[in-house]
């Protein structure tokens, strides 16, 4: 998925899971990267495959971009200034979300899987302690300014200090977002976090707002001005 993952089940358990879970992230990647020549999604930007030929995965995709496109006033769209699909802002904690469904079915419940910094925990760590979640400094990564305890819940973060200007408002075609580096969002389970953390990253400083009005999500934004903007709901998480 060109980005580090990690899964860590907690207790004792073979590494079939793991695997097995690694598995499914490497068909997602086969079928939904961008970069991949060779992907389903790339094939339908280039027009060689027609709607009715779109696997069913494709199509829930889809769905729920369009239905998250709905639910932001048009702030999270997949289809880019030049026309293309690019399905990335959702699919990863979708993924994750499947890939923690694949580890409950097992029968595990103490789990943490994370993907590109979008977190999916569950119960305990091998310390039989609650994960809990970094946010790292966006003006210096060996710095953690903030820790959470998801508790459950799923964890993600939009922003351009790793990856520079990648996310676009698709309401202001070629305005750059520079007035927040940084956006946490925390959902119900990773997919809710991770599509409201890149809508309300595109919404710029109104994306703080946006997440304060959103009922189940929470939110933590890191401006230019290295100033720090917690949702009134936000700290319950901090609290070990």
């Known amino acids: 998925m060109g980005m580090p993952i990690t ?7 073979g590494a079939t899971l793991v695997d097995t879970v690694f598995d499914y992230f490497e068909h997602i990647d086969r079928r939904f990267s961008t970069y991949r020549t060779d992907s389903e999604i790339s094939a339908i930007n280039r027009g060689d495959l027609p709607v009715r030929d779109w696997s069913a995965e494709m199509m829930e995709v889809m769905a729920l971009a369009a239905q998250t496109k709905n639910q ?9 200034p030049d026309g ?16 923690a469904g694949i580890v409950r079915r097992a029968g595990v419940g103490d789990f943490f899987i994370e993907a590109g910094g979008d977190i999916q925990s569950c119960g305990r760590n091998a310390s039989g302690l609650d994960w809990s979640v970094g946010i ?8 953690i300014i903030k820790i959470v305890y998801p508790r459950g819940h799923g964890v993600a973060t939009s922003g351009t200090y790793v990856r520079g200007q990648h996310i676009y408002n698709p309401l202001g075609a070629g305005d750059s977002i520079t007035e927040i580096v940084s956006l946490t969002v925390i959902g119900s389970d990773v ?50």
């Open 136 to 143: 790292r400094n966006p003006f210096n990564a060996e710095e």
């Open 191 to 240: 997919f809710e976090a991770d599509r409201f953390a890149t809508a309300a990253f595109a919404m710029g400083w109104e994306g703080i707002f946006f997440l304060e009005q959103a009922p189940g999500l929470e939110g933590y934004v890191v401006d230019s001005n290295s100033r720090a903007t917690p949702t009134s709901g936000f700290g319950a998480f901090c609290q070990p």
């Open 7 to 13: 899964v860590d089940i907690a207790g004792a358990s």
């Open 84 to 99: 293309s699909l690019d399905p990335s802002g959702i699919v990863k904690g979708w993924a994750i979300r499947n890939a």
């Open 72 to 80: 932001t006033d048009g702030y999270f769209d997949i289809r880019k």
